[in-house]
Structure formats: structure tokens, C-alpha cells
């Protein structure tokens, strides 16, 4: 199984990014899927998930600014990000995960910076 992530980088406050994680080696649409940060010094916290035959959900603190998007037929899910904050600033992980599987894959993370 493998997750990779791309799209991190350096955006100025108020600006926008979208992060992709590219899936292989799993039934990508039998899996809940989530994006996580962590900054430094922080726990790692859930950003927002598209749970299999679920509704989205989201962190109270992204909520109207992160999209989470999910194609079962391309093995990907996104995470579009707007108006960030340089509280935004973290590691971004990708996850999936099939409880009933006992599967909990994660990805190795993208970095992200928000800074003027």
C-alpha cells in the first residue's frame, strides 16, 4: 500500500493550496479517507475526512475555507484550502482506513507554510 501526497509548499496568508494523495495498492472506494496536520510541537489533528458511504466532516477551524474531494475511480483524494492561516502551517498527512479491515494506512506527508 502506498499514499503519497503532493501539492505542499509556501503561501502567504489568505492564499490557497490543494493537496493530493494518490493511493495504490488498496480498493481505494471500500476506505474512509482523511487528511491530518501536524504542527510542530502539536498533536496530530484531523482535518477533514470523507468517510466510505459517509458525509463529509470537518475541523471546526477550517470549516468554509477546506474541501475535502475524493475519486474512487482515479484513487485520489484532495483537500482544496482557502483563506489559510498561518495557524494552517503543518505537516498535512494523508489517511485511509477500513475499520472493519483493521486497515490504517497513512502517508509521509507534505509540508505546508503560511507565511508572508
Known amino acids: 500500500v502506498q499514499l503519497v501526497e503532493y501539492g505542499g509548499g509556501l503561501v502567504q496568508p489568505g492564499g490557497s493550496l490543494r493537496l493530493s494523495c494518490a493511493a495504490s495498492?488498496?480498493?481505494?472506494?471500500?476506505?474512509?479517507v482523511g487528511w491530518y496536520r501536524q504542527a510542530p510541537g502539536k498533536q496530530r489533528e484531523l482535518v477533514a475526512a470523507?468517510?466510505?458511504?459517509?458525509?463529509?466532516n470537518y475541523a471546526d477551524s477550517v470549516k468554509g475555507r477546506f474541501t475535502i474531494s475524493r475519486d474512487n475511480t482515479k484513487n485520489t483524494v484532495l483537500l482544496q484550502m482557502n483563506r489559510l492561516e498561518p495557524e494552517g502551517a503543518a505537516v498535512y498527512y494523508c489517511n485511509v482506513n477500513n475499520a472493519r479491515l483493521g486497515h490504517d494506512y497513512w502517508g509521509r506527508g507534505t509540508q505546508v507554510t503560511v507565511s508572508s
Open positions: 470523507a468517510p466510505n458511504g459517509g458525509t463529509t
Open positions: 495498492g488498496i480498493i481505494f472506494s471500500i476506505y474512509s
